[in-house]
Nanobody, 112 residues
């Protein structure tokens, strides 16, 4: 059983930065991938970034490439999403996900 808890969301102006955290307080994972998704009002949930737990390889959606960085601290069982150069289009509820487990989401709001 996993328990994923996100934090770090908030409101920023366009061009600002935020760092999201996702901590797993359940069964420790040694394999698989941890994902960050987001869902804006009226839109489908989309994959933003993912990181492999064993080797740290990453994937980014084209819309966030070169602005967002996903990283992990396996000792803390935590994954981070550093978000820079934020735009209003990044406004969404951001979720952490592993397999079938989801966090509760953390809101990111970017104003112009």
């Amino acid at each position: 059983q996993l328990q994923l808890v996100e934090s770090g969301g908030g409101s920023v102006q366009s061009g600002g930065s935020l760092r999201l955290s996702c901590t797993n307080s359940g069964l420790r994972l040694n394999s698989g991938r941890m994902n960050w998704y987001r869902q804006a009002p009226g839109k489908e949930r989309e994959l933003v970034a993912r990181i492999s737990i064993p080797d740290g390889s990453t994937y980014y959606a084209e819309s966030v490439k070169d602005r967002f960085t996903i990283s992990r601290d396996n000792a803390k069982d935590t994954v981070y999403l550093q978000m820079n150069s934020l735009t209003p289009e990044d406004t969404a509820l951001y979720y952490c996900n592993v397999l079938t487990w989801w966090g509760q989401g953390t809101q990111v709001t970017v104003s112009s």
